[in-house]
């Protein structure tokens, strides 16, 4: 979503830091590049305004202009005014109030709401394990108290019975009723929308809010908006008086304005945010996280809680008893991949991690991209079981069926046979009868303990800051024979091949069964 904006103020304030010192003049260069960078990325005007006029003032100031490192007094001054103007902390839903808790959903047409209505609803129960009843308000758009039944039948949910001819006042009013007979902790309401905003829209709205009292009123709108994204917000704040926002397509390709616009405009604040099509793809919004990958500063601890939800305890912990034995096949290397790919892919993974932003593009230009996994994965599930877990069997005729299975080509399979023997060898080398309590000490990580403090090397990554420097000389040797250069990717081992990162081993990487990504330092 920030991915532009991210480049375009990346490349600002790097002119910044890399000046021994800064005038006023340089400032307001900076800042009018600034200021040009946000308008394009779809923030409103007066938004921009604000803050471009916030951070010259901070940044002139004779504590920046001649302190020791006046660029990064700068750049700090960014990023705090960026989680200023998207909110200090992360704000949750609100439950604290008198069972049923009402929970109203409102926001134009095609905005997302009835699917974001159902994400809020599984979130709740599986995570504060509420009993949720939904309602449909919406009596205009054809089948749309039918999408949030199917909605309600997939995720386990229960849904107010549909009764044809009600009004959408009434359906609140027998929502709110059979949530208390029925013991519910929470109701959500989806109202209709329009196309655009309207009069009849805001009175019907006004009128549901009468009637049902609800606790949140959640606005839902598209991260796509871009600069009518302001009106919007100021119109639904202004008549029914929204508590909070919840953000929708997270995950496309937009400049991400109206994320900053919004906030800023209402002062109230981003709850949630869509991040995918999956009942289970909704986070929570924390605008320090944000602004951290909006400035390339990443964010490790949205990374660790991934980590967290995505890999499986016990496969981490079966196949690191089996690493340690210098077993490695190709299950296993599909195995990472793909809880990779459930991390948000590569991309994904180095938006996140501290200092990396930068690195993508290179990574793209090496060919190192989602689409390379994808194809390896195509390949592996076109093998038969025993090529699976014995690769020398695949000589020029299985490879051959292989890539017609595949849709790839000989050079594409050899270069997964290459990467997967790097593997091996470095599993083989780590499980050995000297090696082995230390890469059992370094696989239990993850295994034993799903935070901070297990993230050590998780699934094949050591943690190069437990090693001592004779240890590290021969992963560098190892890695030399590899054709991989120390240095050439920091903390990422080439990105491939499942060798530590040797140019910067103090970097926090992240394990757990990553090609290539060093492990969390230990908690001590």
Avoid: Y
């Amino acid at each position: 979503m920030f991915e532009n904006l991210q480049d375009r103020l990346g490349s600002i304030l790097n002119g910044l830091t890399g000046r021994g010192a800064l005038s006023e003049a340089d400032v307001s260069a900076a800042m009018r590049e600034v200021r040009r960078a946000l308008l394009e990325a779809d923030v409103a005007l007066e938004v921009v305004k604000g803050f471009t006029d916030r951070v010259r003032e901070k940044a002139v100031g004779a504590s920046v202009l001649k302190s020791i490192k006046p660029g990064q007094m700068v750049v700090k001054i960014v990023h705090d005014e960026l989680v200023e103007m998207l909110g200090t902390d992360g704000v949750g839903v609100d439950l604290m109030a008198a069972a049923p808790v009402v929970i109203m959903m409102v926001g134009l047409q095609g905005s997302g709401k009835t699917t974001t209505t159902g994400k809020i609803a599984k979130r709740l129960t599986d995570r504060e394990k509420k009993k949720v009843l939904m309602a449909s308000l919406d009596t205009r758009r054809p089948a749309a108290q039918e999408q949030l039944r199917q909605l309600g039948v997939q995720t386990g949910i229960d849904t107010l019975p549909i009764i044809a001819g009600q009004s959408p006042t009434d359906i609140a009013s027998r929502a709110v009723q059979a949530a208390k007979l029925g013991g519910h902790d929470v109701v959500i309401l989806d109202t209709a929308g329009r196309t655009h905003i309207d009069e009849p829209l805001m009175i019907e709205m006004a009128e549901i809010k009468a009637r049902s009292k609800p606790h949140e009123i959640l606005l839902v709108a598209d991260a796509l908006t871009g600069q009518d994204a302001v009106n919007l917000a100021r119109n639904f704040d202004e008549r029914v008086g929204i508590t909070g926002l919840v953000l929708t397509r997270m995950d496309g390709d937009g400049r991400g304005g109206a994320a900053l616009s919004m906030r800023a405009v209402t002062g109230k604040p981003i709850k949630l945010i869509g991040v995918g099509e999956k009942m289970s793809e909704l986070d929570e919004f924390h605008p320090r996280r944000i602004a951290d990958r909006i400035l390339g500063m990443g964010d490790i601890v949205s990374l660790v809680e991934k980590a967290a939800e995505n890999i499986d305890a016990e496969k981490a912990r079966a196949m690191a008893e089996k690493m340690a034995k210098g077993k490695f096949d190709l299950n296993d290397l599909a195995e990472q991949i793909k809880q990779m790919q459930a991390m948000g892919g590569m991309g994904g993974i180095m938006g996140m991690m501290p200092g990396m932003a930068g690195m993508k593009d290179k990574i793209s230009a090496a060919g190192l991209d989602d689409k390379v996994f994808k194809r390896q994965l195509a390949i592996i599930s076109s093998m038969t079981k025993a090529e699976r877990a014995n690769p020398d069997m695949l000589k020029h005729s299985r490879k051959k069926r292989i890539a017609g299975g595949s849709g790839t080509d000989a050079s594409d399979i050899n270069k997964l046979l290459k990467m997967h023997r790097q593997m091996a060898d470095m599993m083989k080398a780590m499980g050995g009868k000297k090696g082995g309590g230390m890469m059992k000490q370094m696989m239990g990580g993850l295994a034993s303990k799903m935070g901070l403090g297990g993230m050590g090397g998780g699934m094949g990554m050591p943690d190069l800051s437990s090693m001592d420097p004779k240890q590290l000389e021969a992963l560098a040797k190892q890695a030399e024979a590899a054709g991989i250069k120390p240095g050439s990717m920091p903390g990422l081992g080439g990105g491939m091949g499942g060798l530590p990162g040797l140019g910067a081993p103090k970097l926090p990487g992240l394990g757990g069964g990553f090609p290539g990504l060093p492990g969390l330092p230990k908690k001590k």
